[in-house]
T-cell receptor
Framework: SQQGEEDPQALSIQEGENATMNCSYK?????LQWYRQNSGRGLVHLIL?????REKHSGRLRVTLDTSKKSSSLLITASRAADTASYFC????????????FGTGTRLLVSP | DAGITQSPRYKITETGRQVTLMCHQT?????MFWYRQDLGHGLRLIYYSAAADITDKGEVPDGYVVSRSKTENFPLTLESATRSQTSVYFC?????????????FGNGTRLTVT
């Protein structure tokens, strides 16, 4: 079963706009990670946020984590056409083996 | 170059045949994973390995076999392929599982079972 559920499933914006994707999960986590997947390629790690952190930044990326609501958001600021990809959240359970469980992803289309 | 490579990139096989997907990483990462990606399901874990000769089942292991005789290789075998195993398969590796280190993915093998 999927741990993370991304919302929206698809998002279409213009270059320069901000893109926000949300992830909800069900059980207590050790950390939550965001990945990007370009068409026909493997996933690429973007950012990891631990359960005791509330916000992290990496370049144009901003990730927030609300463990009380079991949710996270990924904000891409000033988006570019090259940001067009699918974005996945993945969670690592607070208990048991430290493996990632992925959500179903958000498809982002950034038009020039 | 360091990295993780999967082969073949594309594979078409018939129902009932055995097929092996290869995965090789050059980082000497302890952990390796096999995921399948299907529309509507995202990525689902098939098997994982914490070290050479240590493997364990993931979420959807039925019909698959893995081995890890060497740290750098983690082949996935479909013993008797079925159409439901048509999918894109991704291999990944990491230093320490999911707790503190990210996964590094290969570019996938697109498998079609006819």
């Amino acid at each position: 079963s999927q741990q993370g559920e991304e919302d929206p499933q698809a998002l279409s914006i213009q270059e320069g706009e901000n893109a926000t994707m949300n992830c909800s999960y069900k059980t207590s986590i050790n950390n939550l990670q965001w990945y990007r997947q370009n068409s026909g390629r493997g996933l690429v790690h973007l950012i990891l946020i631990r359960s005791n952190e509330r916000e992290k930044h990496s370049g144009r990326l901003r990730v927030t984590l609300d463990t009380s609501k079991k949710s996270s958001s990924l904000l891409i600021t000033a988006s570019r056409a090259a940001d067009t990809a699918s974005y996945f959240c993945a969670t690592v359970s607070a208990t048991g083996f430290q493996k990632l469980v992925f959500g179903t992803g958000t498809r982002l289309l950034v038009s020039p | 170059d360091a990295g993780i490579t999967q082969s073949p990139r594309y594979k078409i096989t018939e129902t009932g045949r055995q097929v092996t997907l290869m995965c090789h990483q050059t980082w000497s990462h302890s952990y390796m994973f096999w995921y399948r990606q299907d529309l509507g399901h995202g990525l689902r874990l098939i098997y994982y390995s914490a070290a050479a000769d240590i493997t364990d089942k993931g979420e959807v292991p039925d019909g698959y076999v893995v081995s890890r005789s060497k740290t750098e290789n983690f082949p996935l075998t479909l013993e008797s392929a079925t159409r439901s195993q048509t999918s894109v398969y991704f291999c990944a590796s990491s230093e320490s599982g999911g707790a503190g280190s990210p996964l590094h993915f290969g570019n996938g093998t697109r498998l079609t079972v006819t």
